[in-house]
């Protein structure tokens, strides 16, 4: 999603401004520009496509200044253009914008009536034209930001560059993120802690309809209806040294081989290393009277919780359901009072959970939120907080911040079975030493990645892969046909096994490579069959199983993968790694950019 910077420094701000804009690359955007305030006046580069382009124009024709503003769009209201790109200037006011001005066409209908000459199709410039005609009415910068934000609805962050204003940046956020950056003498403004993460670590987040003023002096923020407050100062736990792919030739491959160490992380998060013992983050802690779960999220996230939610049936004994972070945020659900929803989001930030996890508020429901940033939105606004330790996550594709997911949910099962008396302590500690296992598992099934190669070769050719499952393994088959079509672009759809007979087994021909999911676990014979009516109708079938599983039905196989063998609980965190391993050397096969897919983003902030 847009990616947002700002800078009042002592040294030229727009090679500060591209350094930060690469930072926030991993958003996914598809132009970009910057502008300064030089010698009184706004000045401004944009490009279509990515930062090289506008590095070009950079390069061609130099922007000078120390103050300044700059963005990656990810088009929403018009084609991504150079017109289109950020920074939206009227007269002598700049912006660049994340999120949407939901009431734009009125504010654009009025402004026009009232003789705006308009230069996008884009939401943001009204933000320009109204503050310019303010300023032009005689009020201040900051006058004028405090009578235009309440007439602005929607979700949105934004960022103003004043001309004739060498040392003032005006900056405002609803629901969509921006932290601010204190330095020497300096200020900074970033959709991210990341952006800013080489010029300050010194972060102040804006609260959700606050808006600031941003001086090289200091900064003074205010809420929506303009009173002055203030907002802790913290040391942002994101280093420039996180920052790299290391000597790996994409972010998520880095990101595919970081997991030993993510999934031990967050482990530890949970369980207690010395004792066994898990842990409950509140809202949970209240064990016995957690009456359900309702696990809301997005896309990948998603799938975690629809794992989650055999282990919590399973093993904790609790109702629980997966929502749609996107549908739920609108539905009336009927949820018992007692009931816990937990958020689950890798960035914080994804603007549905967010709505999902309000709306679950406004039902009477307690919320946890499981994140991997814990600076977010969705970790401000919840009632409790269980972090993922995946550190940083770049590729736009998820990948570690998945099975930390997964192993903080099953940490979590295991700990509420435990407590409400579900499980005992012999079953509690089995499964707390099977995922104590798991790290070891994943860098066995790492090591042998060459192995991989041909059958991405297979899928990168194809036109259609299904990927199927059951039980716990359904999600996963969800999880491996969402990596493969975002990021080679080749159709893959994820079916329950059991549902292949309904409907997809239609599809199924020699050309279409199957992907089964099959640890031998108490579903296995049923998969056993599917197996046996795609190979009937001449589906090549890829089988990942584990050795038992191999035994029986890896003469079938066209590709047979053998895992190592792990509990069938744990198996979905072990079986996710060679889906998502499929998926990126598919894309190294084809050439497609498996950091950066065409259309998508990192962080989702608009509905
Ligand atoms: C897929 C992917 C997305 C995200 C989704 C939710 O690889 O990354 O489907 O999982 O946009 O994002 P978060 O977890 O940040 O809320």
Redesign the pocket.
Known sequence: MCGIVGVLSAQPAAPLMMDALRRLEYRGYDSAGLATVTGGTLARRRAAGKLAALQEVLERDPLAGMSGIGHTRWATHGPPTVENAHPHVAGRVAVVHNGIIENHAALRAELVAAGATFESTTDTEVVAHLLDREIADGVSPEQAMARVMPRLTGAFAFVVLVAGQEDLLLAARRASPLAIGLGDGAAFVGSDAVALAPLTRRIVYLEDGDWAVLRRSGVQVFTGDGTQVIRREQVSTVSAAMIGKGNYRHFMEKEIHDQPEAIAHTLHAVIDPGTGSATLPPPLDDALGVAKITIL???????AGLTARYWMESIAGIACEAEL?SEFRDRRAVLPAGGVAIA???????L??LMALRNAKSLGQRVLAL???PEST?AREADGVLLTRAGP?F?????K??TA?LTAFLGLAIALGAARGHIDEGEALRLVIALEGVPGRVATVLEAEERYLPIARDLARARDVLYLGRGLSYPIAL?GA??LK??TYVHAEGYAAGEMKHGPIALIDEHVPVIIVAPSDGWFDKTASNMAEVRARGGRVVLLTDAAGAEALGEGADHLVILPDVAAEVAPILYAIPVQLLAYLAAVEKGTDADQPRN?????TVE
Request: aromatic content about 8%; charged content about 20%.
């Open positions: 999220a997005a896309g990948t996230s998603f799938y972070a689950v989001s890798q960035s914080g930030e994804s549905d959970t994140v991997n940033v969705i996550e590729g736009v594709a998820s990948t911040a998945f997911q999880e969402l990596k975002e990021i998508l983003a990192k962080s989702v």
